[in-house]
Protein backbone atom coordinates (compact mmCIF):
# COMPACT_ATOMS: atom_id res chain seq x y z
CA UNK A 1 0.00 0.00 0.00
CA UNK A 2 1.25 3.57 -0.81
CA UNK A 3 2.94 5.51 2.45
CA UNK A 4 0.41 8.11 3.76
CA UNK A 5 2.12 11.05 1.71
CA UNK A 6 1.50 9.33 -1.23
CA UNK A 7 -1.88 8.69 -0.19
CA UNK A 8 -2.49 12.19 0.13
CA UNK A 9 -0.60 13.09 -3.05
CA UNK A 10 -3.14 10.90 -4.88
CA UNK A 11 -6.00 12.66 -3.49
CA UNK A 12 -4.61 15.98 -4.38
CA UNK A 13 -4.37 14.90 -7.60
CA UNK A 14 -8.01 14.29 -8.06
CA UNK A 15 -8.76 18.05 -7.90
CA UNK A 16 -10.72 20.43 -5.35
CA UNK A 17 -13.29 22.21 -4.28
CA UNK A 18 -12.45 25.98 -2.94
CA UNK A 19 -9.00 24.09 -2.82
CA UNK A 20 -9.94 21.10 -0.57
CA UNK A 21 -10.28 17.74 -1.20
CA UNK A 22 -13.33 16.63 -3.09
CA UNK A 23 -13.60 13.88 -0.13
CA UNK A 24 -13.90 16.51 2.17
CA UNK A 25 -17.70 17.52 0.96
CA UNK A 26 -18.70 13.95 0.79
CA UNK A 27 -17.86 13.53 4.52
CA UNK A 28 -19.91 17.00 4.96
CA UNK A 29 -23.18 15.50 2.97
CA UNK A 30 -22.98 12.40 4.99
CA UNK A 31 -22.54 14.32 8.70
CA UNK A 32 -25.46 16.62 7.51
CA UNK A 33 -27.92 13.51 6.83
CA UNK A 34 -26.65 11.97 10.26
CA UNK A 35 -27.37 15.12 11.67
CA UNK A 36 -30.70 15.84 9.78
CA UNK A 37 -31.87 12.67 11.69
CA UNK A 38 -30.64 12.67 14.81
CA UNK A 39 -31.58 16.90 15.64
CA UNK A 40 -35.27 16.03 13.86
CA UNK A 41 -35.77 12.74 16.00
CA UNK A 42 -34.50 14.70 19.26
CA UNK A 43 -37.14 17.85 18.43
CA UNK A 44 -39.84 15.98 18.60
CA UNK A 45 -38.89 13.45 20.94
CA UNK A 46 -39.89 14.98 24.29
CA UNK A 47 -43.34 15.96 22.61
CA UNK A 48 -43.80 11.80 21.67
CA UNK A 49 -43.24 10.79 24.94
CA UNK A 50 -45.32 13.26 27.21
CA UNK A 51 -48.58 13.84 24.43
CA UNK A 52 -51.51 10.91 25.30
CA UNK A 53 -51.87 7.56 23.44
CA UNK A 54 -54.84 9.15 21.51
CA UNK A 55 -52.43 11.75 20.56
CA UNK A 56 -49.95 9.54 18.73
CA UNK A 57 -47.97 9.79 21.98
CA UNK A 58 -46.54 8.11 24.67
CA UNK A 59 -48.00 9.37 27.20
CA UNK A 60 -45.06 8.91 29.58
CA UNK A 61 -45.22 11.48 32.61
CA UNK A 62 -43.00 14.73 31.74
CA UNK A 63 -40.56 13.98 34.65
CA UNK A 64 -39.66 10.51 33.14
CA UNK A 65 -39.64 11.96 29.91
CA UNK A 66 -36.97 14.24 31.21
CA UNK A 67 -34.59 11.21 32.60
CA UNK A 68 -35.14 9.15 29.33
CA UNK A 69 -34.18 12.38 27.04
CA UNK A 70 -31.39 13.22 29.79
CA UNK A 71 -29.98 9.69 29.41
CA UNK A 72 -30.25 9.29 26.03
CA UNK A 73 -28.43 12.58 25.05
CA UNK A 74 -26.07 11.84 27.69
CA UNK A 75 -25.01 8.65 26.47
CA UNK A 76 -25.14 9.87 22.93
CA UNK A 77 -21.70 11.56 23.95
CA UNK A 78 -20.56 8.55 25.61
CA UNK A 79 -20.48 5.89 23.28
CA UNK A 80 -17.90 7.80 20.88
CA UNK A 81 -15.40 6.88 23.32
CA UNK A 82 -15.52 3.24 22.75
CA UNK A 83 -16.87 3.58 18.95
CA UNK A 84 -13.59 5.27 18.28
CA UNK A 85 -11.08 2.76 19.85
CA UNK A 86 -12.92 -0.41 18.29
CA UNK A 87 -12.52 1.47 14.85
CA UNK A 88 -8.94 2.39 15.58
CA UNK A 89 -7.74 -1.37 16.88
CA UNK A 90 -10.18 -3.35 14.94
CA UNK A 91 -12.72 -1.88 11.92
CA UNK A 92 -10.99 0.96 10.53
CA UNK A 93 -12.71 3.98 10.21
CA UNK A 94 -14.92 3.58 7.00
CA UNK A 95 -16.49 0.04 8.24
CA UNK A 96 -17.53 2.00 11.58
CA UNK A 97 -19.28 4.62 9.69
CA UNK A 98 -21.30 2.15 8.34
CA UNK A 99 -22.46 0.26 11.10
CA UNK A 100 -22.98 2.99 12.71
CA UNK A 101 -24.81 4.66 10.06
CA UNK A 102 -26.81 1.56 9.56
CA UNK A 103 -27.74 0.78 13.20
CA UNK A 104 -28.87 4.54 13.42
CA UNK A 105 -31.31 4.06 10.63
CA UNK A 106 -32.67 0.60 11.99
CA UNK A 107 -33.20 2.73 15.64
CA UNK A 108 -35.23 5.21 13.59
CA UNK A 109 -37.50 2.50 11.52
CA UNK A 110 -38.16 0.91 14.68
CA UNK A 111 -39.24 4.31 16.20
CA UNK A 112 -41.58 4.70 12.98
CA UNK A 113 -43.02 0.81 13.28
CA UNK A 114 -44.03 0.44 17.24
CA UNK A 115 -45.82 3.23 19.38
CA UNK A 116 -44.64 1.76 22.19
CA UNK A 117 -42.23 2.05 25.34
CA UNK A 118 -40.60 -1.21 24.39
CA UNK A 119 -40.30 0.53 20.66
CA UNK A 120 -39.10 3.61 22.30
CA UNK A 121 -36.14 2.02 24.48
CA UNK A 122 -34.76 -0.07 22.03
CA UNK A 123 -34.88 2.49 18.82
CA UNK A 124 -33.13 5.00 21.46
CA UNK A 125 -30.67 2.20 22.21
CA UNK A 126 -29.82 1.49 18.78
CA UNK A 127 -29.18 5.50 18.25
CA UNK A 128 -26.50 5.27 21.34
CA UNK A 129 -24.51 2.50 19.84
CA UNK A 130 -24.54 3.99 16.48
CA UNK A 131 -24.19 7.10 17.50
CA UNK A 132 -20.98 5.68 18.99
CA UNK A 133 -19.59 4.31 15.83
CA UNK A 134 -20.62 7.17 13.38
CA UNK A 135 -19.40 10.07 15.26
CA UNK A 136 -15.80 9.88 15.86
CA UNK A 137 -14.68 8.58 13.17
CA UNK A 138 -16.15 10.78 10.72
CA UNK A 139 -14.41 13.52 12.23
CA UNK A 140 -11.30 11.67 12.44
CA UNK A 141 -11.37 10.57 8.51
CA UNK A 142 -11.45 14.57 7.71
CA UNK A 143 -8.15 15.33 9.50
CA UNK A 144 -6.95 12.42 7.38
CA UNK A 145 -7.16 14.01 4.07
CA UNK A 146 -4.44 16.29 4.95
CA UNK A 147 -0.61 16.45 5.41
CA UNK A 148 0.24 16.49 8.74
CA UNK A 149 0.62 20.43 9.56
CA UNK A 150 -1.51 21.70 6.26
CA UNK A 151 -3.07 25.02 7.53
CA UNK A 152 -5.95 24.21 5.40
CA UNK A 153 -6.95 21.57 7.60
CA UNK A 154 -8.91 24.04 9.98
CA UNK A 155 -10.69 25.74 7.49
CA UNK A 156 -11.82 21.99 6.74
CA UNK A 157 -12.95 21.57 10.24
CA UNK A 158 -14.97 24.62 10.22
CA UNK A 159 -16.44 23.75 6.26
CA UNK A 160 -17.38 20.14 8.24
CA UNK A 161 -19.18 21.89 10.98
CA UNK A 162 -21.19 24.20 9.06
CA UNK A 163 -22.86 20.46 7.93
CA UNK A 164 -23.46 19.72 11.20
CA UNK A 165 -25.43 23.01 11.48
CA UNK A 166 -27.30 23.03 8.67
CA UNK A 167 -28.03 19.70 9.51
CA UNK A 168 -29.58 20.36 12.73
CA UNK A 169 -30.98 23.74 11.16
CA UNK A 170 -33.24 22.05 8.30
CA UNK A 171 -34.35 18.41 10.15
CA UNK A 172 -36.54 20.26 13.11
CA UNK A 173 -38.27 22.31 10.22
CA UNK A 174 -38.99 19.28 7.66
CA UNK A 175 -39.54 16.81 10.94
CA UNK A 176 -41.59 18.97 12.52
CA UNK A 177 -43.96 20.12 9.39
CA UNK A 178 -44.76 16.40 9.14
CA UNK A 179 -45.45 16.00 12.81
CA UNK A 180 -47.35 18.91 13.79
CA UNK A 181 -49.17 19.88 10.68
CA UNK A 182 -48.95 17.38 7.25
CA UNK A 183 -49.98 14.29 9.37
CA UNK A 184 -51.68 15.83 11.78
CA UNK A 185 -55.23 15.61 12.57
CA UNK A 186 -57.13 19.14 13.83
CA UNK A 187 -60.88 19.28 14.84
CA UNK A 188 -62.88 22.44 13.66
CA UNK A 189 -61.41 24.20 16.18
CA UNK A 190 -58.02 24.33 14.29
CA UNK A 191 -56.39 22.32 17.23
CA UNK A 192 -54.22 19.18 17.09
CA UNK A 193 -55.80 16.17 18.48
CA UNK A 194 -53.42 13.86 17.00
CA UNK A 195 -50.09 14.17 15.37
CA UNK A 196 -47.88 12.22 13.44
CA UNK A 197 -44.63 11.70 15.47
CA UNK A 198 -44.18 8.15 13.36
CA UNK A 199 -43.58 9.87 10.30
CA UNK A 200 -41.18 12.22 11.43
CA UNK A 201 -38.95 9.28 12.74
CA UNK A 202 -39.52 7.55 9.02
CA UNK A 203 -38.15 10.69 7.38
CA UNK A 204 -35.22 10.87 9.85
CA UNK A 205 -34.79 7.06 9.18
CA UNK A 206 -34.72 8.28 4.98
CA UNK A 207 -32.41 11.10 6.10
CA UNK A 208 -29.86 8.41 7.47
CA UNK A 209 -30.49 6.07 5.23
CA UNK A 210 -29.62 8.41 2.11
CA UNK A 211 -26.57 9.58 4.13
CA UNK A 212 -24.89 6.31 4.03
CA UNK A 213 -25.96 5.49 0.06
CA UNK A 214 -23.92 8.27 -0.86
CA UNK A 215 -21.25 7.53 1.31
CA UNK A 216 -20.76 3.85 0.57
CA UNK A 217 -20.95 4.61 -3.16
CA UNK A 218 -18.59 7.23 -3.70
CA UNK A 219 -16.45 6.68 -0.63
CA UNK A 220 -14.27 4.42 -2.85
CA UNK A 221 -13.66 7.14 -5.48
CA UNK A 222 -12.76 10.12 -2.91
CA UNK A 223 -11.56 8.82 -0.10
CA UNK A 224 -9.16 6.02 -1.46
CA UNK A 225 -7.78 3.87 1.11
CA UNK A 226 -8.23 6.47 3.85
CA UNK A 227 -9.70 4.84 6.96
CA UNK A 228 -10.31 1.42 5.49
CA UNK A 229 -8.26 -0.37 7.39
CA UNK A 230 -6.96 0.26 11.27
CA UNK A 231 -3.59 1.04 11.56
CA UNK A 232 -1.43 -1.33 12.32
CA UNK A 233 2.01 -0.64 14.90
CA UNK A 234 4.71 -2.52 13.33
CA UNK A 235 7.38 -4.01 15.61
CA UNK A 236 9.89 -1.59 14.13
CA UNK A 237 7.35 1.40 14.98
CA UNK A 238 6.71 0.02 18.73
CA UNK A 239 10.47 -0.90 18.82
CA UNK A 240 11.59 2.77 17.78
CA UNK A 241 8.99 4.47 20.39
CA UNK A 242 10.63 2.19 23.27
CA UNK A 243 14.02 3.93 22.62
CA UNK A 244 12.95 7.09 22.12
CA UNK A 245 11.02 6.73 25.99
CA UNK A 246 14.27 5.15 27.28
CA UNK A 247 16.28 8.19 26.18
CA UNK A 248 13.70 11.04 26.80
CA UNK A 249 15.07 12.73 29.37
CA UNK A 250 12.43 15.03 31.28
CA UNK A 251 12.58 18.54 32.46
CA UNK A 252 11.12 19.31 36.00
CA UNK A 253 10.16 22.53 34.81
CA UNK A 254 8.48 21.08 31.36
CA UNK A 255 6.72 18.36 33.59
CA UNK A 256 5.13 21.28 36.03
CA UNK A 257 4.01 23.50 32.93
CA UNK A 258 2.86 20.05 31.37
CA UNK A 259 0.52 19.05 34.81
CA UNK A 260 -0.64 22.64 35.72
CA UNK A 261 -1.84 22.98 31.72
CA UNK A 262 -3.43 19.80 32.50
CA UNK A 263 -5.35 20.94 35.67
CA UNK A 264 -6.25 23.60 33.87
CA UNK A 265 -8.05 21.27 31.25
CA UNK A 266 -9.75 19.50 34.26
CA UNK A 267 -11.53 22.53 36.29
CA UNK A 268 -12.50 23.94 32.52
CA UNK A 269 -13.98 21.19 31.56
CA UNK A 270 -15.64 20.72 35.55
CA UNK A 271 -17.30 24.73 34.85
CA UNK A 272 -18.75 23.02 31.38
CA UNK A 273 -20.75 20.84 32.83
CA UNK A 274 -22.77 23.19 34.40
CA UNK A 275 -23.30 25.27 31.68
CA UNK A 276 -24.30 22.30 28.85
CA UNK A 277 -27.01 21.13 31.63
CA UNK A 278 -28.57 24.33 31.30
CA UNK A 279 -28.10 24.60 27.66
CA UNK A 280 -29.69 21.40 27.09
CA UNK A 281 -32.99 22.39 28.74
CA UNK A 282 -33.42 23.73 24.70
CA UNK A 283 -34.61 19.94 24.32
CA UNK A 284 -36.79 19.35 27.61
CA UNK A 285 -37.79 21.35 29.58
CA UNK A 286 -38.03 24.88 27.34
CA UNK A 287 -39.53 22.60 24.78
CA UNK A 288 -42.79 21.39 26.98
CA UNK A 289 -43.13 25.41 28.36
CA UNK A 290 -43.03 26.41 24.90
CA UNK A 291 -45.56 24.06 23.70
CA UNK A 292 -48.04 24.79 26.58
CA UNK A 293 -47.11 28.21 27.95
CA UNK A 294 -45.33 30.17 24.57
CA UNK A 295 -47.70 32.25 22.27
CA UNK A 296 -46.68 30.37 19.01
CA UNK A 297 -49.15 32.42 16.86
CA UNK A 298 -47.72 34.87 13.89
CA UNK A 299 -50.69 36.54 12.08
CA UNK A 300 -53.07 33.46 11.75
CA UNK A 301 -50.10 30.99 12.39
CA UNK A 302 -49.14 28.45 14.68
CA UNK A 303 -45.68 28.07 14.39
CA UNK A 304 -44.80 23.66 15.64
CA UNK A 305 -42.98 23.88 18.58
CA UNK A 306 -40.24 21.36 16.80
CA UNK A 307 -39.19 24.73 14.82
CA UNK A 308 -37.86 26.43 17.60
CA UNK A 309 -35.33 23.80 17.74
CA UNK A 310 -34.01 25.42 14.42
CA UNK A 311 -33.26 28.86 15.96
CA UNK A 312 -29.85 27.68 17.35
CA UNK A 313 -28.48 26.50 14.64
CA UNK A 314 -29.43 29.16 12.62
CA UNK A 315 -28.16 31.79 14.50
CA UNK A 316 -24.86 29.85 14.67
CA UNK A 317 -24.56 29.90 11.10
CA UNK A 318 -25.39 33.61 10.99
CA UNK A 319 -22.77 34.78 13.71
CA UNK A 320 -19.88 32.06 13.96
CA UNK A 321 -17.96 34.19 11.26
CA UNK A 322 -18.48 37.20 13.47
CA UNK A 323 -17.31 35.49 16.42
CA UNK A 324 -14.17 34.14 14.78
CA UNK A 325 -13.37 37.42 13.05
CA UNK A 326 -13.85 39.29 17.26
CA UNK A 327 -11.79 36.36 18.27
CA UNK A 328 -8.99 36.87 15.94
CA UNK A 329 -8.93 40.59 15.99
CA UNK A 330 -6.35 42.59 18.04
CA UNK A 331 -9.24 43.28 20.76
CA UNK A 332 -10.04 39.71 20.41
CA UNK A 333 -7.16 37.95 21.30
CA UNK A 334 -5.96 39.63 24.14
CA UNK A 335 -8.95 37.79 26.03
CA UNK A 336 -8.16 34.60 27.29
CA UNK A 337 -10.07 31.49 27.27
CA UNK A 338 -11.03 30.97 30.94
CA UNK A 339 -12.38 34.85 30.49
CA UNK A 340 -14.27 33.86 27.11
CA UNK A 341 -15.35 30.91 28.52
CA UNK A 342 -17.00 32.73 32.03
CA UNK A 343 -18.68 35.27 29.45
CA UNK A 344 -20.42 32.07 27.92
CA UNK A 345 -21.54 30.84 31.49
CA UNK A 346 -23.07 34.58 32.44
CA UNK A 347 -24.62 35.05 29.11
CA UNK A 348 -26.50 31.73 29.75
CA UNK A 349 -27.47 32.51 32.64
CA UNK A 350 -28.62 36.00 31.80
CA UNK A 351 -30.47 34.21 28.86
CA UNK A 352 -33.03 32.29 31.69
CA UNK A 353 -33.45 35.25 32.95
CA UNK A 354 -36.15 36.31 29.74
CA UNK A 355 -37.61 32.98 30.98
CA UNK A 356 -38.68 33.97 34.10
CA UNK A 357 -40.03 37.05 32.26
CA UNK A 358 -42.11 34.71 30.61
CA UNK A 359 -43.70 33.01 33.78
CA UNK A 360 -44.90 35.96 34.79
CA UNK A 361 -46.91 36.69 31.98
CA UNK A 362 -48.44 33.39 31.96
CA UNK A 363 -52.27 32.99 33.57
CA UNK A 364 -53.51 29.29 34.24
CA UNK A 365 -56.47 27.93 36.75
CA UNK A 366 -56.59 25.01 38.01
CA UNK A 367 -53.61 22.73 38.46
CA UNK A 368 -52.06 18.98 37.31
CA UNK A 369 -54.54 17.43 34.68
CA UNK A 370 -57.20 20.08 35.65
CA UNK A 371 -54.84 23.21 34.63
CA UNK A 372 -55.89 25.46 31.80
CA UNK A 373 -53.88 28.21 30.21
CA UNK A 374 -55.62 31.55 29.75
CA UNK A 375 -52.83 33.75 29.21
CA UNK A 376 -49.64 32.42 27.72
CA UNK A 377 -46.20 34.42 27.21
CA UNK A 378 -44.92 36.17 24.34
CA UNK A 379 -42.97 34.57 21.91
CA UNK A 380 -40.58 37.58 22.34
CA UNK A 381 -39.22 36.17 25.58
CA UNK A 382 -38.69 32.89 24.35
CA UNK A 383 -36.36 34.11 21.28
CA UNK A 384 -34.12 36.25 23.36
CA UNK A 385 -33.58 33.50 25.60
CA UNK A 386 -32.27 31.21 22.46
CA UNK A 387 -29.93 34.16 20.81
CA UNK A 388 -28.25 34.71 24.29
CA UNK A 389 -28.10 30.90 24.81
CA UNK A 390 -26.25 30.85 21.14
CA UNK A 391 -24.05 33.94 21.99
CA UNK A 392 -22.77 31.98 24.80
CA UNK A 393 -22.42 28.83 23.53
CA UNK A 394 -20.24 30.76 20.82
CA UNK A 395 -18.18 32.07 23.62
CA UNK A 396 -17.35 28.57 25.28
CA UNK A 397 -17.79 25.74 22.94
CA UNK A 398 -15.64 26.41 20.21
CA UNK A 399 -12.64 27.79 22.29
CA UNK A 400 -13.25 24.64 24.73
CA UNK A 401 -12.44 22.51 21.71
CA UNK A 402 -9.01 24.70 20.82
CA UNK A 403 -8.32 24.98 24.05
CA UNK A 404 -7.79 21.08 24.59
CA UNK A 405 -5.66 21.06 20.91
CA UNK A 406 -3.25 24.08 22.71
CA UNK A 407 -2.73 22.72 26.40
CA UNK A 408 -2.98 18.53 26.03
CA UNK A 409 0.35 17.04 25.21
CA UNK A 410 0.84 15.42 22.05
CA UNK A 411 0.52 11.74 23.45
CA UNK A 412 -2.64 12.60 25.97
CA UNK A 413 -4.34 14.81 23.16
CA UNK A 414 -7.48 11.98 22.57
CA UNK A 415 -7.66 11.48 26.04
CA UNK A 416 -8.62 15.01 26.84
CA UNK A 417 -10.68 15.23 24.51
CA UNK A 418 -12.73 12.47 25.88
CA UNK A 419 -12.37 14.17 29.33
CA UNK A 420 -14.12 17.13 27.30
CA UNK A 421 -16.53 14.89 25.40
CA UNK A 422 -17.37 13.29 28.63
CA UNK A 423 -18.65 16.97 30.40
CA UNK A 424 -21.43 16.98 28.03
CA UNK A 425 -22.23 12.98 28.78
CA UNK A 426 -22.58 14.33 32.77
CA UNK A 427 -24.23 17.40 31.64
CA UNK A 428 -27.26 16.21 29.61
CA UNK A 429 -27.83 13.32 32.15
CA UNK A 430 -27.95 16.12 35.14
CA UNK A 431 -29.88 18.32 32.34
CA UNK A 432 -32.49 15.35 32.63
CA UNK A 433 -32.82 15.57 36.50
CA UNK A 434 -33.00 19.72 36.31
CA UNK A 435 -35.94 18.83 33.46
CA UNK A 436 -37.60 16.09 35.70
CA UNK A 437 -38.14 18.90 38.45
CA UNK A 438 -39.57 21.61 36.55
CA UNK A 439 -42.98 19.90 36.68
CA UNK A 440 -42.91 19.55 40.96
CA UNK A 441 -40.72 22.83 41.22
CA UNK A 442 -42.56 25.07 38.96
CA UNK A 443 -40.88 26.57 35.68
CA UNK A 444 -40.24 29.83 37.65
CA UNK A 445 -38.03 28.21 40.61
CA UNK A 446 -35.98 25.95 38.18
CA UNK A 447 -35.12 28.68 35.71
CA UNK A 448 -34.31 31.00 38.02
CA UNK A 449 -31.96 28.76 39.65
CA UNK A 450 -30.68 28.18 36.92
CA UNK A 451 -29.53 31.56 36.15
CA UNK A 452 -28.69 32.14 39.87
CA UNK A 453 -26.56 29.38 39.82
CA UNK A 454 -24.62 29.39 36.05
CA UNK A 455 -24.31 33.49 36.63
CA UNK A 456 -22.67 32.63 40.03
CA UNK A 457 -20.22 29.97 38.58
CA UNK A 458 -19.51 32.62 35.43
CA UNK A 459 -18.51 35.08 38.13
CA UNK A 460 -16.34 32.44 40.24
CA UNK A 461 -14.69 31.18 36.46
CA UNK A 462 -14.05 35.35 35.97
CA UNK A 463 -12.02 35.72 39.49
CA UNK A 464 -9.96 32.71 38.79
CA UNK A 465 -9.35 33.35 35.06
CA UNK A 466 -5.82 35.37 35.98
CA UNK A 467 -4.80 32.39 38.23
CA UNK A 468 -5.74 29.71 35.19
CA UNK A 469 -4.11 32.05 32.43
CA UNK A 470 -1.03 31.88 34.57
CA UNK A 471 -1.31 28.05 35.00
CA UNK A 472 -1.94 28.19 30.91
CA UNK A 473 1.92 29.35 30.64
CA UNK A 474 1.58 31.63 27.44
CA UNK A 475 -1.18 29.53 25.76
CA UNK A 476 -3.98 32.56 25.19
Same mark, same amino acid.
Given at each position: ?106 ? @?? *? ?26 ? *? ?72 ? @? ?46 ? $????? &? ?14 ? $? ?26 ? @????? &? ?162
Amino acid at each position: MDSNKDLITRIEAQGTIFGHPKGLFLLFFTEMWERFSYYGMRGILMLYMTKLWIENGLNIPSADASLVYGFFTGFVYFTPLFGGLIADRFLGQRLAITIGGITMFVG @QL *ILFLFNTHLGLGVGLFLLVIGNGFFKPN *ISTIVGQLYREGDSKKDAAFSIFYMGINLGALLAPLVIGTLAEDTFAVRNTGGEIISYGFKYGFLVAAIGMGLG @QIFFNLLAKKYLLEIGLKPKKVTKEEKQEAKLAKANEVVDPQFKKIER $QRLWV &IYILTFFVIFFWAGFE $QAGSSLTLYTDKYINRYVGGWEIPTTFF @QSFNP &ILIVSLAPIFAWLFTSKFGSKISTPVKMSLGMILLGLGFLFMIMATFEVKTTGTGNTEVVTQKAALIWLLLTYFLHTIGELCLSPVGLSMITKLAPIRLASLMMGVWMLSSFVANILGGFIAKYTEVLGAYTIFMSISVFVIALGLILLFLSRRLSKMMHGIV
